[in-house]
């Protein structure tokens, strides 16, 4: 049976306290490295209190929520633990967000300080607020910024150049700091414990827009330390990775995990797959992290025969770099694992290293601190090992629940949390998960909410009513399917509504393709929305039947 050896004494199990413990481990070695600077393990640990002490003199104080909009890089990282050592709960903000997303995370998180880059990929943050909140452009510096439609937004400090009105430059944010001493900040952090809350991380659920899962200091801290343990990490291992930080993976299973284990963590603020070729040859990277449809655009890369990457050996054998990178045997994999954002990632898993045989089998052991049972979806009801039913989870590392949502609504009468997955323990309690019980796609890593995609949808001239479903893809996953229904009367333009749907989500929750059904080619329930199931199933054959392509994947091809 694996023994989880890492995990830090309960009382270092804070944001705060775990930089403080890997800067006096590692020192000046480098922990993070962009294209544009590196960060050694005590240069973060200083930057972070430099800003924290920043914080403190802007007002952040125990509990204040913190906003945080930039891409993955040395100064997320420096961000995220200022925060914590200011007391502060840490509000990560997808950069992917379009307007009412972003809005809706910085509004329902409370955010009171907003930490932004100026721009990414051609956008403008500055510019995209200033435009849906003049209010922000014809503000005051200082705190006295006052938005009714983000109404405890006081602070907005930006990085990547000057804004206008109330867009205060970091610099500012910086000097406030000057006059808070070391012994404040420390008194401060001293505060903070590992059963308070460390952060608010939003995730596409069951509803139209993302939801605020709330977790405690000690969640990140445990899972990044199981993730080093899990990967086999050293100080010698160089991790490249494209998971973004403001979810839970990028977070602990990235960044944690490599600060965990002393290992130097190589970033980019986007994902290009000839420019992370580049990167894992230049830097000798030894572990790959990449959603599989990001591996694939890899392997598929002009540039990616002409690449030595000989030295990635941490990459899964089921990924199309595996060829690439020359692995001959299964040695490595992360895949026998069951987690969820709800437990700030895996609640089950088996080490990288297992055996083949052994992980192919299974998704892993509940690790410690954590019960796994199967319940009857009905009636909530424990079943045997070996019977299949509703995956339910609670303990250390299980959120303190969604944010301004009733704590009880989230978990049954005996304090488990109903994941909506399907599965079964066996004899010798392994987990084994078969499938979602709820209609969530998962495409590409990222949770994508049906119920958006069709809101946002009926706003579409001529559409009567729309499902969106996850037809099975290779790479993705699942691949994001609309089908659609015309109103009486009327045609509907597939390319047109998709167009229309790339202007209102974001990048990952747009479908692949749009199907336009009749009325007569769908089923209802009683209650007369569409019934998915067979949608599903219909969506399926009509990509078969029309050889439609997606993503590299040619659907009906059985080759």
């Given amino acids: 049976m694996t023994t989880w050896r890492l995990e830090p004494q309960p009382e270092r199990q804070t944001l705060g306290r775990f930089l403080d413990d890997v800067a006096r481990r590692f020192g000046e070695r480098p922990a993070i490295r962009s294209p544009e600077r590196e960060v050694s393990f005590m240069g973060l640990r200083d930057e972070a209190r430099r800003l924290a002490r920043g914080l403190v003199g802007a007002g952040v104080g125990k509990g204040t929520r913190v906003g945080l909009y930039r891409a993955n890089g040395p100064d997320w990282a420096v961000a995220a633990f200022a925060v914590s050592l200011a007391g502060g709960v840490l509000v990560p903000v997808n ?22 880059q100026r721009g990414l990929l051609g956008r403008d943050f500055g510019d995209e607020l200033c435009a849906s909140h003049p209010e922000i452009a014809r503000g005051e510096p200082g705190g006295r910024l006052r938005v009714p439609a983000l109404p405890q937004l006081r602070r907005i400090f930006l990085t990547g150049g000057a804004g206008p009105g109330a867009l205060e430059p970091f610099e500012a944010l910086l000097a406030l700091g000057q006059d808070v001493p070391d012994a404040l900040l420390d008194a401060i952090d001293d505060e903070v414990t590992p059963s308070d809350d460390a952060m608010i991380i939003y995730t596409s659920g069951t509803t139209s827009l993302p939801k605020g899962v709330l977790h405690l200091q000690r969640a990140p801290i445990i899972q990044s330390f199981r993730f080093a343990e899990l990967m086999g990490l050293t100080p010698d ?41 580049a990167r894992v040859e230049a830097e000798g990277a030894t ?88 319940v009857d979806p009905e009636t909530g009801v424990a079943l045997a090992p070996g019977e299949s039913g509703e995956i339910a989870v609670k303990g250390r590392t299980f959120m303190r629940g969604y944010y301004k949502v009733d704590p009880e609504s989230a978990v049954d009468e005996n304090g488990f949390f109903r994941t909506q997955d399907a599965g079964s323990i066996d004899e010798a309690g392994y987990l084994h998960w078969t499938g979602r019980l709820s209609n969530l796609i998962k495409t590409g890593g990222a949770n994508v909410s049906p119920l958006e995609i069709e809101s946002r949808a009926l ?3 001529g559409l009567h009513v729309s499902a969106a479903v996850g037809v099975p893809h290779p790479t993705l996953g699942e691949a994001v399917v609309l089908c659609a229904v015309p109103a009486a009367g009327h045609d509907l333009d597939a390319d047109a509504l998709r167009t229309f749907l790339k202007a209102k989500l974001s ?30 199933e219909k969506a399926g054959e009509r990509l078969a039947a029309d050889g439609t392509e997606i993503a590299g994947h040619v659907y009906g091809n059985a080759s």
């Fill in 237 to 277: 291992d160089r991790l490249f990775t494209a998971f973004p930080f403001f979810w839970t993976a990028g977070i602990c299973m990235s960044l944690g995990a490599s600060l965990a284990a002393g290992s130097l963590l190589l970033t980019d603020e986007v994902f290009d797959p000839g420019a992370a070729l």
């Fill in 95 to 116: 950069t992917f967000a379009k307007d009412e997303e972003r809005d809706h995370i910085l509004r329902h998180g409370d955010v009171a300080v907003l930490l932004m």
């Fill in 459 to 461: 706003e579409f001239p």
């Fill in 287 to 374: 572990v790959v992290h990449a959603w599989p449809h990001q591996e694939k655009e890899m392997a598929e890369h002009p540039d990616a025969a002409s690449r030595n990457l000989s030295s990635a050996r941490k990459v899964e054998f089921t990924s199309p770099l595996a060829a690439l990178v020359g692995l001959e045997k299964d040695e490595y994999s992360t895949y026998a694992s069951y987690g969820s954002s709800e437990t700030f990632t895996i609640n089950s898993a088996l080490p990288a290293s297992t055996p083949a045989e052994e992980r192919r089998a299974t998704h892993g052991r509940p690790l410690p601190g954590m019960i796994v049972r199967i």
């Fill in 507 to 536: 990048a990952y929750k747009v479908p692949r393709v749009v199907l336009v059904f009749a009325e007569a080619d769908i089923e209802y329930t009683g209650n007369q929305k569409l019934q998915v199931a067979p949608l599903r």
